[in-house]
């Protein structure tokens, strides 16, 4: 089933609620005025509230390439979609998408 393209403006966070941002997206593709985000982008997560505890906060994110599109690229890599999946280092958790754009979708 289609999913939403994964851009630049999404708001993506760490589980501990920490935003996280890609430090590069794709300057070629844009949907809805944003730049689209693919699976070799990693994210940088800031505000993880596990910071001030005893266990290391989320510091940065690693898409999971099979969890991108499998049937749409840019620039030669697999474009995330909202149901794109990562694993935060050094937690081993997950992101979560929480809004982005719905106009433009793939596969």
Excluded at 20 to 28: F, G, I, Y
Aim: proline share 8%; charged share 10%.
């Amino acid at each position: 089933m289609p999913e939403p393209l994964l851009h630049d403006g999404a708001q993506v966070q760490c589980v501990h609620v920490g935003q996280a941002n890609p430090k590069v997206s794709n300057p070629r593709v844009k949907v809805v005025g944003q730049q689209i985000v693919t699976a070799s982008s990693i994210y940088d997560i800031t505000g993880c509230k596990l910071a001030g505890t005893s266990n290391p906060p989320c510091a940065t994110a690693q898409w999971q390439p099979q969890t991108a599109a499998q049937h749409l690229r840019a620039g030669g890599e697999p474009v995330l979609l909202k149901n794109s999946q990562a694993v935060c280092v050094p937690t081993t958790t997950g992101l979560n998408i929480t809004v982005t754009q719905s106009r433009v979708k793939g596969t």
